[in-house]
């Protein structure tokens, strides 16, 4: 999964050059004339706090759940706004920077195939870093005014997400169930403690998906409005991969289904009719995702442990899981050429 996401991230990282190239090339206007086209570049810096997780299922039993940090991951975001009369187009993309987000942290519960769905069996801890992130949205809506200072305007799109992570170090601690090696296990608190080197294991989540949503424009006075609006995708086509390193496993996740929400608002500063500042503040959710489960073994894969021989596969239906969630924060200034 690294390598492919390696390819691609030259051409990802057009994506913000090609908004502020149309902000160049857009033609000055005014919104004195409706008909006239207006145009709006926006760019700053982004915050999001908050964590991604990864399930697997038995039977509609947890047996696992990967738990990782977004504390924090910061972007560049940039976006374009153009308005032709009440018909407006946002599109906006937002890249994340590969800086350490936090932990990551690897829970079981090895005897919920045996009904009990309470006790954690291993539990293990590392350290999280940001692999990529990718974010893009396009936007077509109407605006109704109503009255002199506020506008309302459905709104429909789409929305792509591409999210990587890698876990480095840290330390695990398994069951000791003495000389029975069979389950029922007992809790991972009565095993040893056991340190984690180098390179764990590599995740990521892609999403995309159709939107539906509703905007709200406020403004009360020249210099300054408000703006919210929630956008919606009642389905989502989504991946997600799980690169076990050191057990040379490789789990890889296929959904259809889920949801995307997210709410967001932005309140705008104009000192100036050519420029302005802006602060947004938003959540993001994602969950509903149920999928089927690969399993692939790689070079080095141990058969006895793992039942696998290198690339040979297992599928396991209805077996994985993926949620996000995460808050948005977001300062930038927007230009009108």
Known sequence: MDSNHRNFGGLKAWFPVLALSLA????????????????????????RYGGASAFVYDRGRKLSELDWDIKPLVSIDSSARLSIGHFVSDFAVSMGLPLSSGLITDSDWQN???????????????????GHYFDVGLLFGYDFPIGGKLSLAPEIGFRYCDIAWSAEGGWLQYADNGSNASPPYNSWTTGAKSPIYGLVSTYGQVYAGFLLGLRAHWAPSTVFSLEGQVDA????VAIA??????RNVTFSDIFLGGYLVEPLVTATYSPHPDWALKARLGWTLIGGLVGD?????????????EGLNPGQSQTFVNAAGAALSALRLGFSASFQP
Do not use: C, Q, R
Request: hydrophobic share 40%.
């Open 24 to 47: 160049i090339a857009a033609p000055s206007a005014y919104a004195e004339d409706p008909a006239k086209p207006d145009f709006e570049a926006t760019s700053g810096l982004g915050l």
């Open 112 to 130: 919920a195939p045996l009904g009990d769905t309470t006790t954690k069996t291993n539990y293990s801890v590392s350290a999280a870093a940001i």
């Open 233 to 236: 995708a009642p389905i989502l």
């Open 241 to 246: 991969v799980d690169n076990h390193v050191f």
């Open 293 to 305: 489960d690969i399993m692939t073994g790689s070079s080095g894969v141990d058969p006895a442990l």
